[in-house]
């Protein structure tokens, strides 16, 4: 079993920036990336970034190519997301989850956290 806990969520105007941290703890020895996901209200729930945590290896949805930055420190086994130039539609539910990588391609397992809300005022 994987644990993911989300925080950093919060309200931020329009311009601003945040970063999300995932803690991972559990057995991970399945998982060999971490996602995050986002959910806006009335909205399906969205791919965001990804990291391949032995390689570094990342992916950006299209939305937030070269606004948003993840990363990861394995000596506090955690993920980050740094949101810069947040715009009222990033506003959402952010989630982590763990998976893992064949090849290029990423496949989330069903380990989710509860997610941390991010409020972007306009």
């Known amino acids: 079993q994987v644990q993911l806990v989300e925080s950093g969520g919060g309200l931020v105007q329009a311009g601003g920036s945040l970063r999300l941290s995932c803690a991972v703890s559990g057995s991970t020895t399945s998982t060999n990336g971490i996602a995050w996901y986002r959910q806006a209200p009335g909205k399906q729930r969205e791919l965001v970034a990804v990291i391949r945590v032995d390689e570094s290896t990342t992916y950006y949805g299209g939305s937030v190519k070269g606004r948003f930055t993840i990363s990861r420190d394995n000596a506090k086994n955690t993920v980050y997301l740094q949101m810069n130039s947040l715009k009222p539609e990033d506003t959402a539910v952010y989630y982590c989850?763990?998976?893992?990588?064949?090849?290029?391609?990423?496949?989330?397992?069903?380990?989710w956290g509860k997610g941390t809300l991010v409020t972007v005022s306009p």
């Open positions: 989850n763990a998976g893992s990588f064949r090849g290029p391609a990423y496949y989330g397992k069903d380990y």
